[in-house]
């Protein structure tokens, strides 16, 4: 496949590797802000072609390991009414809220549907005007464009029977976060691709400036993340602290002025709690007064309570990259995916079941 | 500097209801098996934790197995409930060594199924039993109320003559033997997701629903040290190796670039966020076959149509034991751990 | 959210309205329905990169083989660097 496979090649990735080994004089730590990137990372085995001086950190860029927990049982709630149909990513699907899963209440009965693009939540509330249509709206930027234009053409048509749970993260605001907490290790940041074919990376600049860190966009194949490493390692080792764009094959500085201005028009920025991190200000996304008539939980109002914590689970430690899922004591002994103490635990993205699928060694 | 509270809620999972991945052919099954069944039918047969059973009889070794098929839709591009059913326990009976002989066919059906589906449905299952050459001779049919049954669920047995001179299971496999598979995966994986989530494609992508008693037996009468068949089901080639690897307590080692793939089932797979190591399969085994005489086995496979795309994937290690790794297409390597339930396309 | 796939545009819907503009994309052999509505400026064999049904961004085909010059680059200083070592 074009643009795909010529970006696993491996005689290419070996040259890229010693090239970053040529570079690094001492010790680096970078932080992958993406889950799709975690993700290709550990399915390759790209780890093996690095340096030891470079350490990776996974950062809470797995927008199902970040979805709050009261949201993840309002969709739980909701989906299981039986005028409704539930449709859902299916990432979502098996992350457990505090009893439930989405996957537990299609086990009880409800229709809830995995669906591949938000137009095919829209498409079966069209065809099934007599029940009522929730898409679970979740995901960074790159998601939120599609979500916008849903909303978007459902109010053009007079849709009356779609509506959306909001669950949209924002990224700089978690980097900012990450580099503001005091215990921050993270030296360098890889940018999140796609999301920045979306918000460009005019954003980033002042985040590097300030807290004097290299921010390099990167792609998501094998060749693209070490490259990425590679520009950022020669950053760190020249001591300079600026944006770079690897990704340049489908990233440019302004990002999607479409795409943005569907976004502005249906969404706003609003306050978002992280899970395993906690409240991060303007962080989030929700609709705007003018769309509020497609927001599920105005449509369908659950009581969403706060939930108790465990003592046992370090995710928020985790997703700030500031331990490493192996270094939990409950990692692969009490806390494995079929039996999640936390949320990284529950996606393949998340970095602990990332670990657990494709790291551990027996 | 405002604090960020790095707690988590512990989310609970509540397992005293039967969920839909305990059906996956990934790590909750085998818990069923593990805390249900089989102390429950605790015996030699059952342990060995193949497909099929051998069983002796009156100085005969027999094959038996048996098998449920309740896919849903029941017809999908390449294929219906209907071949699969028959092909299905074929199947397990050829992975013994056997040569599959006669079915039986049971049918649950729903208040209210169109008979014509039923009608079309049986002669499927008529048309593969004949290119699989065995014969259906049992059967029984049940209704249940409507919203009970799904619309068709087939039950086959079958019992098989076991030709192959040694054992054909996960006890026979060795360190040094050669791991291959018999054509490219995932294509009928990606033809039930395709048409089940309404997630459809332009040109559809046949399902590989085939018999494979053909390429055993012509292993077999090659003289082909065969040390252990696996059909690769629910949970692809992933779950098989796995269980094989624990079953053994053996390394397997596979090498991405060795792995058969179409590019369409590669395309649907990288658009629905899929791994084709875990796309069920239903016309592909994989073979354990003692190095020596891997590229014979394979120039064998490849003269027999439904294996013609028979590749040789990796070897068996003694360490780590229980442990599948892969090296990747850039030289990286990492662990094939089963899933805990169904694959599901992610966004992410 | 990441995963966007490039895929080549191989037939558009002319009459669709911009905001709309519905194309068919192929990945590999496999085609798809893709909405073209974020990238008016695509053409008909233009790769775009897709996540969840909408194209993104259009793949620039000069940019994306910069990082294979910059590998053949290195390669030639490395080169360069041993046909100079006594």
Known sequence: MKYLDEYREQGAAARLASEIRRRVTRPWTLMEVCGGQTHTI????????????????????????????????????????????????????????????????????????????????????????????????????????????????????????????????????????????????????????????????????????????????????????????????????????????????????????????????????????????????????????????????????????????????????????????????????????????????????????????????? | MREIQFTCPAPQNSQDRILLAHGGGGKLTQQLIDRIFLPAFANAALEARHDGAVVEAAGARLAMTTDSYVVQPLFFPGGDIGELAVYGTVNDLAMCGARPLYLTIAFILEEGLPVETLRRVAASAAGAAQSAEVTLVAGDTKVVDKGKGDGLFITTAGVGLVESPGAVGPASVQPGDAVLVSGDLGAHGVAILSVREGLEFDSPILSDAAPLWAPVRALLDAGIEVHCLRDLTRGGLASALNEIAGSRQVAIRIVESSIPVSEPVRGACEILGLDPLYVANEGRFAAFIPAAQADRALHILRTIPVSAGAARIGEVAEAPAGIVTLRSRIGGSRVVDMLSGEQLPRIC | MCLAVPGKIVSIHEDDPPEIRRAKADFGGIQREVCLAYTPEARLGDYILVHVGFALSVVDEAEAQRIFDTIREMDEMAQAGEDESP
């Open chain 1, 42 to 362: 550990v399915k390759s085995g790209l780890l093996d072609l690095l340096p030891p001086e470079i350490t990776l950190v996974h950062g809470p860029g797995c927008p199902v390991c970040v979805t709050p927990l009261e949201l993840i049982d309002a969709a739980a709630a909701i989906a299981s009414r039986p005028e409704v149909i539930f449709c859902s990513f299916g990432d979502m699907l098996r992350v457990p809220g505090s009893s439930q899963s989405l996957f537990d209440i299609k086990a009880a009965g409800g229709d809830v549907r995995i669906v591949y693009s938000p137009l095919d939540a829209l498409k079966l509330a069209r065809n099934n005007p007599e029940r009522q249509v929730v898409f679970f709206a979740v995901g960074f930027e790159t998601t939120a464009p599609a979500n916008a234009m849903a909303v978007w053409q459902a109010a053009r048509e007079g849709i009356q029977n779609f509506s959306i749970l909001v669950a949209h993260v924002l990224v700089p605001p978690a980097i900012e976060a990450i580099l503001g907490s005091p215990n921050c290790r993270v030296q360098a940041f890889l940018a999140a691709g796609h999301v920045c074919t979306v918000m460009g990376f005019h954003e980033y600049e002042p985040i590097a400036g300030k807290y004097r860190v290299p921010i390099v966009v990167a792609g998501f194949e094998p060749l693209d993340l070490l490259d990425a490493i590679r520009m950022a390692v020669v950053q760190l080792e020249e001591g300079r602290a600026e944006v770079e764009n690897q990704y340049s094959r489908a990233v440019r500085r302004q990002g999607n002025v479409t795409a943005r201005q569907r976004m502005s028009e249906v969404f706003e920025v609003s306050e978002r709690a992280w899970r395993g991190i906690g409240d991060i200000p303007r962080s989030g996304l929700r609709l705007r007064p003018e769309f509020r008539a497609f927001d599920a939980l105005d449509r369908f109002p659950c009581a969403l309570g706060r939930v108790r914590e465990s003592a046992e689970c370090i995710a928020g430690l985790v997703l700030q990259g500031l331990n490493k899922p192996f270094e939990c004591p409950a990692f692969a002994v009490r806390c494995t995916p079929e039996t999640p103490l936390g949320a990284p635990m529950v996606s393949s993205e998340g970095a602990c079941a990332a670990y657990y699928l494709y790291g551990r060694r027996s």
